[in-house]
């Protein structure tokens, strides 16, 4: 099992920035790909963000060269570096992990942790 705490959700003007950490506990020696996602009112959860243990990443042309995903290993921490933020921006974001094992892949969510960007 692994449990995922987010924190660094609030309320920003267009133009600011926020900076979302996910911290993990538990069964975290086998965490390959930390993602986060996001889901606005009356949409679907999209993947924005992910990294793998070795580090590449990769982005949602949505936040592509505004948000920066990092990870740091030894804190069991995933980021989210949000800069430039726009009203679109506004969601509930969530952290993800996988973990893979030999024939089986998991995956364990964070409760999320809202963003809300004022015009």
């Known amino acids: 099992q692994v449990q995922l705490v987010e924190s660094g959700g609030g309320l920003v003007q267009a133009g600011g920035s926020l900076r979302l950490s996910c911290v993990a506990s538990?069964?975290?020696?086998?965490?390959?790909?930390m993602n986060w996602y996001r889901q606005a009112p009356g949409k679907q959860r999209e993947l924005i963000a992910g990294?793998?243990?070795?580090?590449?990443?990769n982005y949602a042309d949505s936040v592509k060269g505004r948000f920066t995903i990092s990870r740091d290993n030894a804190k069991n921490t995933v980021y989210l570096q949000m800069n430039s933020l726009n009203p679109e921006d506004t969601a509930v974001y969530y952290c993800?992990?996988?973990?893979?094992?030999?024939?089986?892949?998991?995956?364990?969510w964070g409760q999320g942790t809202q963003v809300t960007v004022s015009s």
């Open positions: 538990g069964n975290t020696f086998r965490i390959s790909m």
């Open positions: 990294i793998r243990s070795g580090g590449s990443t």
């Open positions: 993800n992990v996988l973990i893979a094992v030999p024939g089986q892949l998991y995956d364990y």
